[in-house]
């Protein structure tokens, strides 16, 4: 079994930077899928950010934040990253970390990030 938490979100001013970190527990041996995810209130979960495949270093980011953030991670501490810099207010949102594994999906609880003036 995994679990995971988020830590890390907050408010923040637009304009302003944020990291999200994701920790796991349990054994992530099997997982090959990290990503982040969001959902702004009366929307649909969305994924913002993905690392696809843990043996490269390929990720991919949605059109709407693409070039203000950025998935990594970081094997030696079993961490997963979301730096999110210039921050709009429309990013206000839960955000999820999510993991794939060959079995099933696994879920964070959710951090909120809130940006306003």
């Known amino acids: 079994q995994v679990q995971l938490v988020e830590s890390g979100g907050g408010l923040v001013k637009p304009g302003g930077s944020l990291r999200l970190s994701c920790l796991p527990s349990?054994?992530?041996?099997?997982?090959?899928?990290w990503a982040w995810y969001r959902q702004a209130p009366g929307k649909q979960r969305e994924m913002v950010a993905v690392s696809p495949d843990v043996r490269t270093d390929i990720t991919d980011i949605t059109n709407s934040v693409k070039g203000r953030f950025t998935i990594s991670r970081d094997n030696a501490k079993n961490m997963v990253y979301l730096q999110m810099d210039s921050l709009r207010p429309e990013d206000t949102a839960v955000y999820y970390c999510?993991?794939?594994?060959?079995?099933?999906?696994?879920w964070g609880q959710g951090t909120q990030v809130t940006v306003s003036s």
């Open positions: 349990g054994n992530i041996i099997d997982i090959h899928t």
């Open positions: 999510y993991a794939k594994s060959v079995y099933r999906d696994y």
